[in-house]
């Protein structure tokens, strides 16, 4: 007797019934690697083809001081990447793998990671058309320097790079947390007590906490550039924090508005070609509102003089800027108050995240400012702060809160005599050190010796005690 004949009826009818979807579903299992590997092939960003410098043209070094990594890089673009690659290869390989590891551990399921990979490789297979050319030699020579690379299975060294400085514009489309931070605000020389213009800022950025500790400010003079400071981590010179070398501040916040576009100028790219092009805010605007950008997002911009502009800005429509300020005072934190303010992701950003809270908190306190009274340290007590408005109660920690223990860095800038101030960590609640940028940004200049103490302010003495390790 065969097997057929044994089988009861009802179930040959319904081998009979589904056997029409085993070879399609056996096929399209099979050809999954197929497809994977095809895309990867098809999707590839060739890195330009580029000439390493020699070392004697490059000036570059790497100074650990204060709890702050300085990175100093003049030259080419080719030999600044280069240089970058070379100084900070082994921070930048433990950089990526807190980042993959994070990764990971978000999303689980590996079939879910290779669909996100390959759906980003297609998305964003042009990328880097929208790349200025300088960037794209500097991170091809960066990419060389970089070898070998561990990490080239994922993905080869220049189209991972050219991601990484991305990420943000590439997962904004595939991320909808509401928990997203960044406080901002600025006193014009009429709030100061010496007659300064200072900006204050929390970059709430939950990536790892690698990326608080081993946070680097880089100190760049390209050829044919305005030399400028970015506060950021090994890996990643591009912007999202910085000054440059005629006082021009630029600070960016995540916001949500329109829908995401897969071509245009990268956010980190988008603010470096402010700082090493704009000598004042008119002209920082100018440059924003001439970019093609992928996602939605504020520019928060100041100068020496104290003239403040919030450049609210997203894919298809033009770039909205805000300058009205009160009281020699001005704040941002996530939401869009311009022609945006009704668009639906804006509204469920308002809804539905700490963003009106911390509005409404840091607007309290600059209301309460006497003219003439504002010092770098007062506006870092600012910074700090862990009340909610109102009566509302709100405990360490609390995202409503302006200093909620979860920001990568906190920077208090002096445009007017080119002073940052930079956490050294954990968080903001750590030191701050003073970096006078009028001479780390100098030419030709030699890591500083060892003579002296940095100049700092205190750690917050309201997280001492163990209460930060409590509330994390």
């Not at 994922?154 to 991972?160: P, S, V």
Request: aromatic residues 6%; proline residues 7%.
């Amino acid at each position: 007797m065969n097997l057929a004949s044994r089988t009861p009826s009802r179930w040959r009818t319904r081998l009979r019934k589904h056997a029409r979807w085993l070879v399609p579903l056996t096929c399209l299992v099979g050809l999954g690697p197929l497809v994977h590997a095809a895309i990867a092939l098809g999707t590839s960003i060739p890195a330009p083809a580029v000439v390493l410098p020699g070392p004697s043209s490059t000036r570059a070094w790497v100074q650990d001081r204060a709890g702050i990594t300085r990175v100093y890089l003049q030259g080419s673009p080719e030999g600044i990447g280069a240089a970058h690659g070379r100084l900070l290869r082994d921070r930048m390989l433990s950089e990526e793998r807190e980042l993959w590891f994070q990764y990971e551990e978000h999303v689980p399921w590996w079939i879910a990671r290779v669909g996100i990979e390959d759906y980003s490789r297609l998305r964003f297979r042009h990328v880097d058309r929208g790349v200025p050319e300088p960037r794209r030699r500097e991170l091809a020579a960066e990419a060389s320097a970089f070898q070998p690379d561990p990490f080239a299975a994922r993905m080869a060294t220049y189209q991972r790079m050219m991601f990484l400085y991305a990420l943000y514009d590439i997962a904004l489309p595939l991320e909808h947390s509401p928990l997203i931070g960044c406080t901002s605000f600025a006193f014009d020389e009429g709030a100061t007590a010496d007659g300064h213009v200072l900006l204050a800022r929390a970059f709430d950025f939950e990536a790892g906490d690698l990326l608080d500790r081993d946070k680097a400010v880089f100190l760049v003079r390209e050829d044919g550039a305005i030399p400028f400071a970015s506060v950021a981590w090994p890996g990643f010179v591009g912007a999202v924090t910085g000054m440059n070398a005629e006082g021009v501040v630029v600070v960016v916040h995540g916001a949500r508005a329109r829908t995401p576009v897969p071509e245009g100028i990268p956010v980190a790219f988008s603010l470096r070609e402010v700082l090493q092009g704009a000598h004042d805010t008119a002209e920082a605007v100018r440059i924003l509102q001439s970019q093609s950008i992928m996602v939605s997002h504020i520019v928060f911009v100041a100068d020496r003089e104290g003239h403040f502009a919030v450049v609210e800005r997203a894919p298809g429509v033009p770039a909205f800027v805000r300058d009205a300020k009160s009281h020699g005072t001005i704040a941002v934190t996530n939401h869009f108050e311009g022609p945006l303010a009704d668009d639906p992701s804006n509204l469920r950003v308002r809804e539905n995240s700490s963003t009106l809270p911390r509005r409404a908190r840091i607007d309290q306190l600059l209301q309460s400012v006497a003219p003439h009274s504002v010092t770098p340290a007062g506006a870092l007590e600012m910074l700090r702060d862990h009340r909610c408005v109102g009566d509302d109660a709100c405990t360490l920690g609390d995202r409503r809160a302006i200093d909620a223990f979860i920001a990568t860095h906190g920077v208090i800038a002096d445009a007017t005599d080119r002073i940052l101030w930079v956490s050294a960590g954990p968080h903001l609640h750590g030191r701050f050190v003073k970096l006078d940028l009028r001479r780390l940004l100098a030419p030709d200049l030699d890591p500083p010796g060892p003579e002296g103490e940095d100049e700092t302010m205190p750690e917050d003495p309201t997280t001492r005690g163990g209460a930060v390790g409590a509330v994390r």
